[in-house]
């Protein structure tokens, strides 16, 4: 178990496996706790480690979260990659971590060797989202899979955690935030956009939004799982991991 220094708070951090470090980033409201069962398709190849950000998981909690979440938690990967003193490090996010994960290589191509982007919306937050969010939200937590979901992942405190996310993306909607702080275009690190089709959590036009978005990085590819739901790295999980693998060692 470790921590590092992030401000005044400690975020929490772990570490399994040898091999090229890959950083494995949560969505809004998870923590590093849902990539645990998917380490073994990992740990032979990769020096993977998982980081629970700031507020969520094993890290100490927070006031409120940013309406700029995603920038933020960039910021948090960046001092985490200077912590960890190892060179160059790749970076998979999934859902609200492929935001992070986008915007920390933006912000500094020097610290990251490649990045993978699953099973996220892309460059815009959909028209219904708040209404949608304070949809699922409400529905979730009256599911009891979803609750047992949030506390393993978060601990007893699980609902104020999670009230506080919908607040912060609630508040990122009305105030129209760039979801990037800076141009695609701009994109020095590969990336690999990954998602499924039957995957009801991202947009529908999905597999359009990401051939978009490739076209406008430098050097980017796409996977499309042609099953399986939220997210693609769990729902299609081997292949998700050949796929990485190959994406990260030999392309």
């Known amino acids: 178990m470790s921590f590092f220094k992030y401000g005044d708070k400690s975020i929490f951090y772990k570490e399994c496996g040898t091999g090229e470090p890959l950083v494995f980033l949560h969505g809004n409201t998870a923590s590093s706790k849902m990539f645990e069962p998917l380490m073994p398709l990992y740990e032979e190849n990769f020096r993977c480690i998982l980081i629970d950000f700031l ?7 927070v006031e409120h979260f940013s309406s700029d979440v995603w920038y933020d938690e960039a910021l948090q990967i960046i001092a985490l990659t200077e912590h960890l003193q190892c060179g160059k490090v790749s970076l998979i996010g999934t859902s609200g971590g492929s935001w992070a994960a986008i915007n920390a290589a933006l912000e500094r191509p020097d610290l ?9 919306d892309g460059r815009t937050l959909n028209s219904n989202f708040s209404d949608n969010l304070l949809s699922e939200r409400k529905t979730a937590k009256a599911n009891l899979q979803s609750r047992q979901f949030y506390e393993w992942c978060q601990g007893t405190d699980w609902e104020k955690v999670v009230d506080l996310d919908t607040e912060a993306l609630l508040n990122c909607a009305k105030e129209k935030r760039p979801l990037f702080h800076k141009p695609l275009e701009e994109m020095k690190v590969p990336v690999l956009f990954m998602g499924g089709k039957e995957d009801e959590m991202c947009r529908k036009n999905l597999e359009q939004e990401y051939k978009e978005m490739a076209a406008i990085i430098p050097s980017a590819t796409i996977q499309i799982f042609e099953h399986g739901g ?3 790295i769990a729902s299609n999980a081997e292949q998700a991991a050949k796929r990485i693998y190959n994406f990260i060692l030999t392309e």
Do not use: E
């Open 55 to 61: 507020g969520n998981g094993q890290s100490d909690r």
């Open 112 to 120: 990251f060797y490649k990045v993978i982007a699953d099973s996220f």
């Open 230 to 232: 939220h997210p693609a």
